[in-house]
T-cell receptor, first 111, second 114 residues
């Protein structure tokens, strides 16, 4: 059965810290891995990683895909209170275009 | 502006009542999805539709129904058969075709049972 596992489930840091969130997957015929940020409402898209694009960066956020280890990390440097959110990882495989979702990592950044 | 709208923002359901959640998109996306989110449980897929007049059950379809009569609209009905409907409901859409798996979400509807 396809599955996506995120760790840790929750994390509390201080402003300015660097954090690393993990996502591992077992999905048939992997196509892509997506990261989303969810604050109080809808998840917003951050990155999509594929075999042809294994590293993405936007400002203080960056993500790397390790196809050998079947995992991805999301790094956030110099964290700010506005980074507090749930970070969701999802993987697209060969399954009729459904995304397989992890449970998310809840990040709290304290001032 | 292009986007996905959901209404209402909050919805209250009485015992034995069917309620319908609205989802509309003007992104010209082919595929649309309904998810349910409970605390600590991530996103669970209820139904999805890849083209008009066609839809498939997701992982937790029991007690729910959908229709896809127009490309822009994908309403979800929570029937009285759904015994635990209190949750946050998210609608999403995406373009068809690989590698366009990126899903974009509406603001959500929070359903509460009276």
């Amino acid at each position: 059965e396809d599955k996506v596992v995120q760790s840790p489930l929750s994390l509390v840091v201080h402003e300015g810290d660097t954090v690393t969130l993990n996502c591992s997957y077992e999905v048939t015929n992997f196509r892509s891995l997506l990261w989303y940020k969810q604050e109080k409402k809808a998840p917003t898209f951050l990155f999509m990683l594929t075999s042809s694009g294994i590293e993405k960066k936007s400002g203080r956020l960056s993500s790397i895909l390790d196809k050998k280890e079947l995992s991805s990390i999301l790094n956030i440097t110099a964290t700010q209170t506005g980074d507090s959110a749930i970070y969701l990882c999802a993987v697209a495989g060969d399954n009729n275009r459904k995304l397989i979702w992890g449970l998310g990592t809840s990040l709290a950044v304290n001032p | 502006d292009g986007g996905i709208t959901q209404s209402p923002k909050y919805l209250f359901r009485k015992e034995g009542q069917n309620v319908t959640l609205s989802c509309e998109q003007n992104l010209n996306h082919d595929a649309m999805y309904w998810y349910r989110q409970d605390p600590g449980q991530g996103l669970r897929l209820i139904y999805y539709s890849q083209i008009v007049n066609d839809f498939q059950k997701g992982d937790i379809a029991e007690g729910y129904s959908v229709s896809r009569e127009k490309k822009e609209s994908f309403p979800l009905t929570v029937t009285s058969a759904q015994k635990n409907p209190t949750a946050f409901y998210l609608c999403a859409s995406s373009m068809a075709g690989v590698p366009k798996e990126t899903q974009y979400f509406g603001p959500g509807t929070r359903l509460l049972v009276l």
